[in-house]
């Protein structure tokens, strides 16, 4: 029996995943893209905002990370950190503690098309447990101290998600405070491979061959759900052009 691979779980907690088959753990799915105002939550240099969230089935190993922004101008930070539960909080709100597993810088939209998805590469292993991603500015090398979430209708939210969270931060003048927990959903999302897997090989077969990308290029072609390969909820050219970044890597 043939596998199909690589569909997109937006799921809280994922309890397995198949060989090369790429997950998103995601507070919601993307929706509403390019609205240039309206309700927004705020990432800044004061506030770092994210969503808790548990891995199950691991360990894995993580794509990129990402969120609906409004267009602003700079980049913001990402940070993954470890928890020890699902009220547990990051040892340190600045961040300065050792749970931090890994950060990365995300461009934030620019220029005209209002609201859009941001996305970065981060290198990390998800193992079995809590973690919070969080955003914020003014830090990790973040070039702008505002960022500023896309808020979406509640019919986007992941089923049985926790709910978006900030935590204020010591430098603000009320001190700080959190995790604050958000009323509104925003989307923010983790993509990750199980660890070891190899992404290139789409029909599972153990070799990466002309096989896995003529069946890759008929998934696309259809439109199917297995050909969403960076696992953007979107099925489009960069897919296509992810999968054939992996294919020429091999395993």
Known sequence: MRISLLPVVAMAAIACAAQGQTVEF???SLQGTGAVSGGGIACTNLFYTGWRFEV????YTVREVGGHFFAGSGSVFAALVRL???NDNPDQFNLTGSDVVATTLVPLPTGAGGSREARASMTATLENGWYVILFGGGRFGATSNSGNFKTQDPSSATPGAQNNVT????????????PIAQGSVVRVFVTADPTGSCAADFNADTVV????????????????????????????????LDFVEEFAVGC
């Open 26 to 28: 995601a507070r919601a």
């Open 56 to 59: 199950t089935g691991g360990p």
């Open 84 to 86: 020890d539960g699902p």
């Open 167 to 178: 935590y204020r931060q010591p430098e603000h003048p009320l001190g700080q405070l959190g």
């Open 209 to 240: 061959d002309l096989f896995d990308y003529l069946d890759f290029v008929a998934e696309f072609a259809a439109n199917g759900p297995n050909a969403d390969f960076n696992a953007d909820t979107v099925v489009d050219f960069f897919d296509y």
